[in-house]
């Protein structure tokens, strides 16, 4: 028994010696950023905005812009695109109305098939007033993909190699996992992957041992299956971009290219099938390809026109591009004086104005969230703890950030660097308060350290000019006569072998060499502007030591300049690399013209209910141009369940759901198993705030002084020492022995809750320390109750080491049903504070559950090892000093034990 309690109390004492290594130092730099810890407040705790003092900043939402414009000719959507981004709108969306015009490429449309092909698109659409033609020969490649591995293909396989009784499935496209295989020895191993390979190219083969048996687990991974994409891919990279690329059931492909000379056919073919995995036969003809203009004289729909070329049995058939007279375009704001010469602008750009229309929106409530939502996940970026962010009124947002005043610089210096010397450096330069931290040393680029003892100063010195001569200017060199250390350090990048090669032609072949490492330091100051951060990049660099990194994070500027960035949604195909998509490679999803899919292209999204099942689902519409790289996007990887579409805002993937089947309209709907109502409804913001983000403008900044958060902390400091000291005293003289031990006890308790506190790390506000104060008297209620429990069994007549084991047993349900009561108020209190976006009471609520959580650690561990100890030395000298009635207690409880 008494081993068992001296190992916990070895295991107590690790845990206060290490709790106490963690507070004493201001800032805990580990390996990895994401492991660093510390702060500006007392022993590196960090503090919240009441606390710390920081930045209040206040957005006013720019009223977003509709221009509604009818021109007197047709124009295409990419001449309006570029005319708006040269007048200086470079986010917009765009609709068309009034869509007449399109062009067309019909590949082996032959002139006398014109007519009926006239014909055919009148019937199907509307009536044309004019149309016109002209030929031009294209290259036409068909491309035939191998026989691709299936479930049946690969059993087959395994069977003939005398594998009979496995389970192969299809994880993805090219991934299959085989169950059921017996342990196989390396011949064995090479036997099958020459198999497989056989089969399909493979890309690797794994063999994990199942435990407890003799089987093992195959993941077979195939190099990857030709689609549309890889072939867009190919083409692009031997330069015939804009290619036309449409899969035939999977098992042909065929793409329209520029016209290739016959000549060079089997070179082209030779290229793309060796480019590819998966292709057995390329074939390459040149083709007439109708190029038509055509004009109807009702508005047609792009995707309406596409379809009918599919129909008409034209299916490489594209529509190159469609133009309208007029426009409806968004804009995120429009100052009162370029609404007054735009349309002149537009006529110099474009072409003459018939009519235009401009109206300013107020900013949506469901905008507005997308606001708030952008700048919570910036700021989060940021790295600013506790940040307050929040609608205020109707289109302003408030922001508050912590610390945000500060600006944190690491400088890596080109040599040896004492701390006291760069502190005394920033008093020279002005920078008396400045905070500094020192870090790993850094290896000095273009520097290197060589070992020559035994040298004069005119070796020295000619080495320096010889090294200078060859490879360029020497930024820094110096050597030491007693160790013989050379250190050179190049202004231009220098390889070891070059500099090798010109120490052989010194004469100096038996040399060793190595890279001197440079002084590493953090420099914590307050905010600084973009200029005072260059100014004091060459202060250091002259009158300190030669600086070779200088990389600044914080301040109020950099938080500006992050908040006020317009949101960039793109779309790209994703393809996972394994079964959870943890592991992904990324294309961009690029049109014809070489235009990325973007949030631009994204004309609206909202939440809604699939009109079949009513589950949520989140509706989405594209432009023109989003139709057409959308479509092409979905129609390869359509039924790929290894593919999906992965919308990434502000390089966060907010969502990658699969294509079940090409979507051609350019509108369509995302649905799921975790498309809740809720999430609808945020996914449709995410998306509206990267397809046409409202426009911010700073209309008050301004700094809280940090001295009324000193101010506060010492007096909430101040009072927990004083009300812990009180309770200390009362609990040492009331419960003598117990008092002393639950004294110990409520010291170890705090020491390991800061310790705690630093390294998840929590943000301490006013409320959280109202929420330590609390948890502090939370956790002696438990010692009282437990000691109250003692001087009952006392009492009873019971030996003293009895009484200790029975009152802690008979005391833990009601500390138990005390603090589960505790921990389900903090829950239901973060709860709110999240859904209201109140920190304070989310501060509270998080600082109390840990003060709760680890008072019950103290009193049932701490406490009760440390009793045991004392009672276990205190031997048979009575209970007297046990139990707040002293001798005549113990007097009472020998002769009831008689």
């Known amino acids: 028994m008494r081993r068992k309690y001296l190992r916990k109390l070895l295991f107590i004492v690790a845990l206060v010696i290490s709790s106490v290594m963690v507070i004493s130092y201001q800032d805990i730099d580990l390996p990895g950023e994401s492991f660093d810890r510390g702060g500006d407040g007392p022993l590196g705790?960090?503090?919240?905005?009441?606390?710390?003092?920081?930045?209040?900043?206040?957005?006013?939402?720019e009223r977003p812009v509709n221009i509604d414009v009818t021109f007197a000719k047709s124009h295409s959507e990419s001449d309006i695109r570029r005319a708006f981004k040269e007048i200086g709108f470079d986010t917009l969306n765009i609709s068309l109305f009034d869509q007449k015009e399109f062009s067309i490429s019909v590949p082996g449309l032959m002139p006398s098939e014109i007519d009926s092909f006239i014909e055919g698109i009148e019937s199907e659409l509307g009536e044309l007033v004019d149309y016109q033609y002209q030929s031009e020969y294209r290259t036409k490649l068909q491309l035939e993909t191998v026989d691709l591995p299936n479930v049946e293909t690969i059993e087959e396989v395994l069977t003939n190699l005398g594998y009979e009784e496995v389970e192969v499935a299809s994880l993805q496209k090219q991934i299959f996992t085989v169950k059921g295989m017996p342990s196989i020895d390396q011949d064995s191993e090479i036997e099958l992957r020459n198999a497989l390979g056989e089969l399909y190219e493979l890309d690797d083969l794994f063999l994990a041992s199942e435990d407890d048996s003799d089987e093992v687990q195959s993941l077979i991974f195939f190099e990857s299956f030709p689609d549309e994409g890889t072939v867009?891919?190919?083409?692009?990279?031997?330069?015939?971009?804009?290619?036309?690329?449409?899969?035939?059931?999977?098992?042909?492909?065929?793409?329209?290219?520029?016209?290739?000379?016959?000549?060079?056919?089997?070179?082209?073919?030779?290229?793309?099938?060796?480019?590819?995995?998966?292709?057995?036969?390329?074939?390459?003809?040149?083709?007439?390809?109708?190029?038509?203009?055509?004009?109807?004289?009702?508005?047609?729909?792009?995707?309406?026109?596409?379809?009918?070329?599919?129909?008409?049995?034209?299916p490489e058939s594209i529509v190159t591009e469609s133009r309208a007279a007029g426009y409806g375009i968004d804009i995120p704001a429009i100052t009162d004086e370029k609404s007054l010469t735009l349309a002149d602008?537009?006529?110099?750009?474009?072409?003459?104005?018939?009519?235009?229309?401009?109206?300013?929106?107020?900013p949506t409530p469901e905008r507005m969230d997308g606001v708030v939502d952008t700048i919570k996940r910036r700021v989060d970026a940021f790295g600013i703890a506790e940040p307050v962010i929040q609608r205020f009124g109707e289109d302003r947002v408030l922001v508050q950030m912590p610390g945000a005043g500060d600006t944190n610089i690491e400088v890596v210096f080109k040599d040896s660097l004492s701390e006291d010397v760069l502190q005394e450096g920033l008093i020279n330069i002005g920078l008396d308060e400045a905070n500094t931290l020192r870090l790993d040393d850094q290896p000095v680029v273009n520097g290197f350290l060589m070992n020559i003892p035994g040298l004069s100063d005119d070796s020295v010195e000619e080495i320096r000019i010889g090294l200078s001569d060859s490879l360029g200017e020497v930024e820094a060199f110096s050597f030491d006569h007693v160790s013989g250390r050379m250190r050179v350090v190049y202004s231009t990048p220098v390889t070891v072998d070059e500099i090798r090669s010109a120490m052989g032609d010194l004469g100096y072949d038996d040399v060793s060499y190595g890279q001197p490492l440079g002084s590493s330091f953090r420099i914590r100051i307050s905010s600084l502007s973009v200029d005072e951060q260059g100014e004091l990049q060459s202060k250091l660099d002259d009158k300190v030591m030669s600086v070779q990194s200088f990389e600044v994070s914080g301040g109020v500027e950099e938080a500006k300049a992050l908040i006020g960035q317009t949101a960039q949604l793109v779309i790209k195909e994703r393809t996972c690399l394994n079964s959870d998509c943890s592991q992904f490679s990324d294309r961009e999803a690029v049109g014809r013209s070489g235009e990325s899919l973007t949030g631009s292209n994204l004309s609206s999204a909202y939440p809604s209910t699939h009109p079949t099942t009513g589950l949520p689902i989140v509706n989405f519409v594209f432009d023109n141009t989003g139709t057409r790289i959308f479509r092409e996007l979905t129609a390869g990887i359509a039924g790929n369940n290894a593919k999906c579409i992965a919308y990434i805002l502000d390089g966060e993937t907010i969502i990658c759901p699969i294509a079940r089947q090409a979507i051609i309209g350019g509108a369509g709907y995302i649905e799921g198993d975790n498309i809740t109502f809720d999430r609808a409804r945020t996914l449709s913001i995410q998306l509206e705030s990267g397809s046409l983000p409202v426009s911010l403008d700073l209309v008050r900044e301004s700094t809280v002084d940090s001295l009324l958060g000193n101010e506060s902390l010492k007096a909430s400091l101040k009072a927990g020492l004083v009300g812990l000291g009180l309770i200390l005293v009362f609990m040492i003289a009331y419960y003598r022995i117990p008092g002393v031990i639950a004294s110990g006890s409520l010291i170890i308790y705090a020491v390991i809750l800061l310790a705690l506190f630093k390294m998840i790390p929590v943000t301490l506000t006013l409320s959280g320390l109202a929420g330590l104060i609390l948890s502090i008297g939370m956790a002696v209620d438990a010692n009282i109750l437990i000691f109250e429990r003692l001087?009952?069994?006392?009492?009873?007549?019971?030996?003293?080491?009895?009484?200790?084991?029975?009152?802690?047993?008979?005391?833990?349900?009601?500390?138990?049903?005390?603090n589960i009561s505790t921990f389900i108020t903090c829950g239901i209190l973060f709860y709110f504070g999240r859904e209201l976006g109140e920190p304070r009471i989310t501060g509270f609520a998080v600082v109390l559950f840990l003060g709760v959580g680890l008072s019950m650690f103290t009193a049932l561990t701490v406490s009760r090892t440390l009793l045991h100890l004392v009672a276990?030395?205190?031997?048979?000298?009575?209970s007297g000093m046990f139990t707040p009635e002293g001798r005549r207690a113990s007097s009472n409880v020998d002769r009831g034990g008689m």
């Open 45 to 61: 705790l960090v503090l919240g905005l009441d606390l710390r003092g920081g930045t209040h900043l206040i957005y006013q939402a």
């Open 232 to 314: 867009r891919d190919v083409l692009d990279s031997l330069d015939y971009k804009g290619a036309t690329v449409v899969s035939h059931g999977g098992k042909n492909i065929v793409a329209i290219i520029k016209m290739v000379d016959a000549s060079e056919h089997s070179q082209l073919a030779n290229d793309v099938q060796g480019e590819i995995v998966g292709i057995q036969a390329v074939e390459t003809t040149n083709v007439d390809t109708a190029l038509m203009e055509l004009f109807f004289t009702e508005s047609e729909e792009q995707s309406e026109v596409e379809t009918v070329l599919v129909y008409l049995g034209h």
């Open 345 to 362: 602008e537009l006529n110099q750009v474009v072409g003459q104005v018939e009519q235009i229309q401009i109206r300013r929106e107020e």
């Open 791 to 818: 001087k009952e069994e006392l009492r009873t007549g019971r030996s003293l080491m009895s009484s200790i084991d029975i009152g802690f047993r008979r005391s833990w349900t009601a500390i138990r049903d005390s």
């Open 872 to 878: 276990f030395a205190w031997g048979n000298r009575g």
